[in-house]
């Protein structure tokens, strides 16, 4: 019986984390549409995404640890892990992340029209990690 509700324990205790890895606060400019487009794409792809509309971009950025050179409209902290996802990413290039959470976060620099709530994927949008190594192709 104990061995039962040990391995039940478990399995809900792994669903939670799952489910809490599907979850992010997304922070935005509150004037910029891509973002919101993203963050669409990002629900309709099985996250929940809380978004936050803030004017101070920069300042959340960098609390956050993320490298200017690698800035984009947007920023998103995944709620189970604490990574972060800069940018217009592919939600296969988060999947990807949250599978090794010894990366700190991804990021498809600038706006790249071959992304996600900007425009089509194409095969050739290269998202980095966070040293700026390439991370995916998307």
Not at 13 to 37: E, F, I, K, M
Not at 44 to 55: N, R
Request: glycine content about 10%.
């Amino acid at each position: 019986m104990k061995t039962a509700l040990m391995a039940a324990a478990l399995l809900v205790a792994s669903a939670a984390a799952h489910a809490d890895n599907r979850s992010l606060t997304v922070y935005q400019d509150p004037y910029c549409g891509c973002c919101t487009g993203w963050v669409e794409y990002m629900r309709e792809s099985g996250f929940t995404v809380q978004a936050i509309k803030t004017p101070d971009m920069g300042s959340v950025k960098q609390r956050l640890g993320v490298p200017a050179a690698l800035g984009s409209c947007h920023t998103a902290v995944v709620h189970g892990t604490g990574q972060i996802i800069e940018g217009h990413v592919p939600a296969s290039a988060v999947h990807k992340l949250l599978a090794d959470t010894s990366v700190k976060g991804v990021a498809a620099p600038g706006m790249p029209l071959n992304a996600p709530g900007m425009g089509a994927l194409d095969g050739n949008l290269v998202t980095v990690d966070f040293d700026g190594k390439p991370f995916s192709r998307d």
